[in-house]
């Protein structure tokens, strides 16, 4: 019941993502100089384990069955839409090892081993426990790709071309994305678009806003995204759309962001 009573943690996050088990929470601690850390919890609040990250926190992704856990922070810049961002993403595991920062996998573009120095990874979705969906992008020329990772082997393998923020249909048939229609660099303007993956053809969906979050799904119909309030600076709203095209959006829950369905 979106517009019921909400109970509130005692925990704060700046994203979160969670199953029913455990959610994983990405954090800006404040002070003189600003800190940042992820930790996953148990759902009654019991710490598991917690690691720092080199900048703000952006994304955060956790597998179904609880496994792994992809966290991405900005080591340089405030946005996907500044020019010369770095990322860093790196995915757990819930024994509290991890598999490296994704710079470090193999990058394969178009068949062949590629090491661009300006290659970025963000918006992890989960296959399973060993793969995944991602973004690559290249800040220079502002290239992106959906990429298909493999966690075994350490590699990344480019799927597609212009996709950005990936989220997984439930039924592992669709991926809806960030598809920029207008401007470049600081003017970029994002629009929903879905994915079918067996025919890789693209649908926009009707939301003229500009959309930058990475979506979620709240059932097989429906995605959902954040946006911010125009007439209030530092407050969001979650809004939901028909994935297939065929509604107006709709805000679902007012005064909340980055939501994530359990």
């Not at 303007?189 to 890789?200: F, N, Q, S």
Request: hydrophobic share 35%; with cysteine; proline share 7%.
């Amino acid at each position: 019941e979106p517009s019921g009573v909400r109970a509130l943690t005692a925990v704060a996050c700046d994203r979160v993502d969670a199953t029913p088990e455990e959610f994983s929470c990405l954090r800006t601690e404040r002070g003189v100089v600003p800190s940042y850390s992820a930790s996953l919890y148990t759902n009654d609040g019991v710490v598991r384990q917690t690691w720092p990250l080199p900048g703000i926190p952006s994304r955060t992704r956790i597998s179904d069955d609880g496994t792994r856990i992809a966290t991405t922070s900005f080591v340089t810049g405030h946005s996907y839409a500044t020019i010369g961002f770095s990322t860093e993403t790196v995915i757990h595991d819930d024994a509290g090892g991890d598999f490296g920062n994704f710079e470090e996998w193999t990058f394969i573009v178009d068949g062949a081993p590629s090491a661009p120095l300006d290659r970025n990874f963000w918006g992890v979705t989960f296959i399973d426990d060993e793969t995944f969906y991602a973004t690559a992008g290249m800040t220079n020329s502002g290239k992106t790709y959906l990429v298909k990772g493999d966690v075994p082997s350490r590699t990344l393998t480019t799927i597609a071309e212009d996709v950005e923020c990936p989220s997984l249909s439930p039924d592992g048939t669709r991926i809806p994305f960030k598809s920029v229609t207008a401007g470049s660099g600081p003017t970029v303007h994002w629009t929903p678009a879905v994915m079918d993956l067996a025919t890789g053809e693209v649908e926009l969906l009707p939301e003229p806003r500009n959309v930058d979050d990475q979506i979620e799904w709240l059932d097989d119909d429906t995605i959902l995204y954040g946006m911010p309030r125009d007439d209030q600076a530092g407050d969001y709203d979650v809004w939901a759309l028909a994935a297939d095209g065929s509604g107006d959006p709709a805000d679902l829950i007012v005064h909340a962001w980055s939501p994530s369905v359990v």
